[in-house]
């Protein structure tokens, strides 16, 4: 995905923004098919410059603040509890004490006593993201492990769960850059 910004330039221009986005500039008169194909044409340009400012560390005004922190915990602990109920059910396992917390490094975890923790920075992915990590912890609960046998858990739920893995790799990346300071 990419943003397009027209104006009366005469050439088109990608770029790549700190956080990752794509902007093409674009004459007026550019077609569609003109800034996809530019767009196409440019692909190992834009990876290469995306995995660099996922590379490069936050500016202090990207960093979140303690409010916006807040914030976001209470949106997650609002989301939270349908998630879980309606995972937990499905999966057929119980968990006890579920918390909330700024993390740097992780976005979930589960504790041999079925304590939960989630990451406040999953208010800001997307559902199927957050439904991925709830499914990821509560799998745990068969399986303490990442064994293959853990794997197949999770797909039985989630099928399609590696492009969420993927989001987590990647944008996920970005977001908990912004953790740190
Ligand atoms: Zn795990």
Redesign the pocket.
Known sequence: MYQIIRSRRRTLAIQVRPDGTVVVRAPMRATRAQIEAAVERSGDWIAKHRAKAAATAPRPEERFTEAELRDLAEQLKALLPERLGRWAALLGVTYSRVTVRNQKSRW?S?SAQGNLSFNCLLALAPPEVLDYVVV??LC?RKHMD?SPA?WAEVAKVLPGYDAQRRWLRAQGQVLLRRMTG
């Open positions: 979930g589960c990821h912890e745990h990442h853990f």
